[in-house]
């Protein structure tokens, strides 16, 4: 695709990635992404905010192929989706100064070895000087890693956000024509990305709160022309209430672990909870982590194999604590052959969840008449709890 213009001397470069179906091995992409690059013609200096990864060098080049010179090229975040091309952008522009935060640069010359005597370091709220034009740069750690910092566009009021408020779309649209479609996006990426952070997170947001921003241009997905819709988003995900809802991954292998699913999820509903339950045999896991951003309580359903939970359940517990939901709650439930340790291995997994454990119903193969009772009580806690924090 080729450069486009978005206002006069600003543009959006870098690659639409329509086919990418999997980021960083781990996240799926239902929706493809976009890798963008934004150049800045100052009346004396021009400036390229962030590149592409490494194997898309070619089209940012060919964006770039009229611009003769470049004065800066800015890394808001050394992540390699954003930073693999900075060597070659640096071999065509020999001269152009690379302009980081100070983390940046150490990470920079690790991940890429690229030389010390091409950076040019900012600290925070520093300013670069491009004519009649003002970059201004604001620290804004763990948006997605320590290093990160986002800049702002003084004249034109831009927010160049990078991973913060990103979105993994692949769309010909400059900015948000859909914003239902695009809240969702937001969600998943915030979900997956930013929800283990979401304390510094909310740091950053009272930072740039001061600025009057009218475009928010991030690295990922459509820039936003109503900078209010993303943000009022995000101060939801990060501090709003968890609502009153169970999300319920599980696996079943013979069917017992599925029938007290059916009969809790059942139950639950009676009670006026709302349930997302996902098969995490089959499930988008992104989708799962979407629904721990408001889940109020969290119910693990796994069978025991050799002695402690189904290895896919392992999975979605160390998910669950990597994101570090807001859920108040947790219980397990689940069937076994003969024994095992599943309560204690699951427990042991959570350490970075702040949740009161609800008592576990484990059964020995199919669920009894006992085992149906101890899930009805189980979903009448789980009610009362709720009412109790006045989740809605
Ligand atoms: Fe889009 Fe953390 O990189």
Known sequence: MKARKIKDNIYWMGFVDWDNRLFDSLIPLPDGTSYNAFLIKGSEKTVLIDTVETHQSGELLNQLSD??????????????????????ILAKYPEVKLVTSLKAKEMLMDLLSISEESFLTVSDGEI?????????????????????????????????????????IATTDLYVTDEARVYEA???????????????????????????????APSHGPMYPRPSFIIDAYKDWVEGPVKNMVVLPYISMHGSTKKMVDFLVSSLAEKGIR??????AVTDIGKLAIALVDAGTIVIGTPTVLMGPHPNVIYGAYLANALRPKAKFLSIIGSYGWGGKTVEILAGMIPNLDVEVIEPVLCKGLPSEADYKALEILAESIAKKHKEQGFK
């Open 275 to 280: 349930v997302e339950q996902f098969n995490l």
């Open 67 to 88: 611009i003769p010179k470049l004065d800066y090229l800015v890394s808001l975040h050394a992540e390699q989706d954003h930073s693999g091309s900075i060597p070659q």
């Open 128 to 168: 670069l000087h491009l004519g009649d034009k003002t970059l201004e740069f604001i620290y804004t750690p763990w948006v997605h890693w320590p290093e990160t910092m986002v800049a702002y566009l003084r004249e034109d009021k831009i927010l160049f956000s990078c991973d913060f408020f990103g979105s993994h």
């Open 186 to 216: 937001a969600k998943r990426y915030y979900a997956e990305i930013m929800m283990p952070f979401k304390k510094v997170i909310k740091k950053n947001m009272d930072k740039i709160g001061s600025y009057d921003i009218s475009i928010i």
